[in-house]
Every structure is written in C-alpha cells, then in structure tokens.
C-alpha cells in the first residue's frame, strides 16, 4: 500500500500470513481469517464467522480496539464501484441499530467484489 492511498483512506489487501499471530488470541474454535484489508493503521478483516474492525490508537499504535459485527447483525450492504474519474470504489455495511453506515474505500485496482461477494456469502445463507 502506498502512503497516498493510506493518506486518502484507500483499504489495501493485507497478507493473511502476517496476522495470523495477532488474531491468533481473537479467533474461536473453528474460525479462519479468510481476507483482510488495512487503511494507514485499522484493518477490517473478514473471517467465516464474522467482521472483525480494528482501530490502532496512540502513536505507536501498540492500542488497539478490536470492534467484532457477527453477520448475522449486518442488515444491508452495498459497493460502489471506481469510474473513469471516481478511481475509488465504496463499500458500505449497516449494522442493526446503528443508523449510519460503516464506509470503507478501495483502490481502483482493488477487487471490491470479492468483498461483495464474501459478504453475499455469509449474509444470504
């Protein structure tokens, strides 16, 4: 990921390998990181049970929260996809009881259907 796209808040696919350390205490029996993405610092990452949204805080970034949406609380999701001069693509995720959508953005070159269809997945069964 480039510091322009984390600066613009674009979500970048981040390796499996190197979380699978630090997920490693957040995971339960039978649950497996299946893609992740980071912006700068916070990472959204999506396992087969759930969407785990973390935030690193101080400067260090040693803080962490660890904000975990089962599914089954997502109520609605939508993408919007890059243009010609819109080179970002949108995805959006609303959770019962919260008004506001969660936004994240991806690079252009970032396959955001496969988040969709992640999502699809999960939340159609």
Do not use: C
Request: aromatic share 8%; no cysteine.
């Amino acid at each position: 990921m480039g510091l322009l796209d984390g600066l613009m808040g674009n979500a970048s696919e981040v390796s499996l390998d190197k979380l699978q350390k630090e997920f490693s205490m957040v995971l339960v029996e039978g649950e497996r990181l299946e893609i992740a993405f980071k912006v700068i610092r916070d990472m959204f990452v999506f396992t087969n049970k759930r969407l785990i949204l973390v935030e690193k805080q101080g400067l260090t970034g040693s803080k962490a929260e660890y904000l975990s949406v089962p599914y089954r609380s997502i109520t609605k999701f939508s993408k919007e996809s890059a243009g010609l001069l819109d080179l970002d693509a949108e995805l959006k995720i609303w959770i019962t009881g919260q008004p506001e959508p969660i936004r994240k953005e991806f690079k252009k070159d970032n396959n955001i259907n496969v988040v969709y269809q992640l999502l699809s997945t999960h939340i159609l069964k």
